[in-house]
T-cell receptor, first 113, second 117 residues
Framework: SQTIHQWPATLVQPVGSPLSLECTVEGTSNPNLYWYRQAAGRGLQLLFYSVGIGQISSEVPQNLSASRPQDRQFILSSKKLLLSDSGFYLC????????????FGPGTRLTVL | AQKVTQAQTEISVVEKEDVTLDCVYE???????LFWYKQPPSGELVFLIR??????QNEISGRYSWNFQKSTSSFNFTITASQVVDSAVYFCALSLPSGAGSYQLTFGKGTKLSVIP
């Protein structure tokens, strides 16, 4: 079974600073990878997904970007953070057998001040 | 467009009581998958169950059971003899293909369950 790692676990950043969140996956090959954001008291919003290296699909236009430099590595970035970027960021991957099922990592809690 | 509704925002029960979390979904697709996830205070989303649209059999796993009814577009989740460790936010989700072998999950807003000792 797959294991998803995310770091950092928590992050406090000033407005206007850059961001880089990393997600790595073990135990599966060629997974579909996803980034979600959960704002305080709200549901989960899909930000990006990737079906392969270098292939990124964006669901919501914003000042965030994603990259997939390796098969099991997914990175979420921003050049300049906004207050509204605060939230809980979750990385997910699909199982190689059931691509409809997503398993989630432990998340990164981002606070922008 | 697809939608998942969890009408119960918060529920409180006393330990050992049974509790049912409601989930209603909307989709025009005939092939889809339904999920329940648990989010404890630590934040990680824990996968509980997957159901495909062609399998309406109810499922039981220990104290957990799920009732899938296509006629009412519902996928309800019951916890029997609730325990304090069941306290969490529970999300119902609908999965549909989004092209190129990928699936998109649409989540409900979640139900916060508090089990009081």
């Amino acid at each position: 079974s797959q294991t998803i790692h995310q770091w950092p676990a928590t992050l406090v950043q000033p407005v206007g600073s850059p961001l880089s969140l990393e997600c790595t996956v073990e135990g599966t090959s060629n997974p579909n990878l996803y980034w979600y954001r959960q704002a305080a008291g709200r549901g989960l919003q899909l930000l990006f997904y990737s079906v392969g290296i270098g292939q990124i699909s964006s669901e919501v236009p914003q000042n965030l970007s994603a990259s997939r430099p390796q098969d099991r590595q997914f990175i979420l970035s921003s050049k300049k953070l906004l207050l509204s970027d605060s939230g809980f960021y979750l990385c997910a991957c699909s199982d190689g057998t059931n691509t409809d099922t997503q398993y989630f990592g432990p998340g990164t809690r981002l606070t922008v001040l | 467009a697809q939608k998942v509704t969890q009408a119960q925002t918060e529920i409180s029960v006393v330990e050992k009581e049974d509790v049912t979390l409601d989930c209603v979904y909307e989709t025009r697709d005939t092939t889809y998958y339904l999920f329940w996830y648990k989010q404890p205070p630590s934040g990680e989303l824990v996968f509980l169950i997957r159901r495909n649209s062609f399998d309406e059999q109810n499922e039981i796993s220990g104290r957990y059971s799920w009732n899938f009814q296509k006629s009412t577009s519902s996928f309800n989740f019951t916890i029997t003899a609730s325990q304090v460790v069941d306290s969490a936010v529970y999300f119902c989700a609908l999965s549909l293909p989004s092209g190129a072998g990928s699936y998109q999950l649409t989540f409900g807003k979640g139900t916060k369950l508090s089990v009081i000792p």
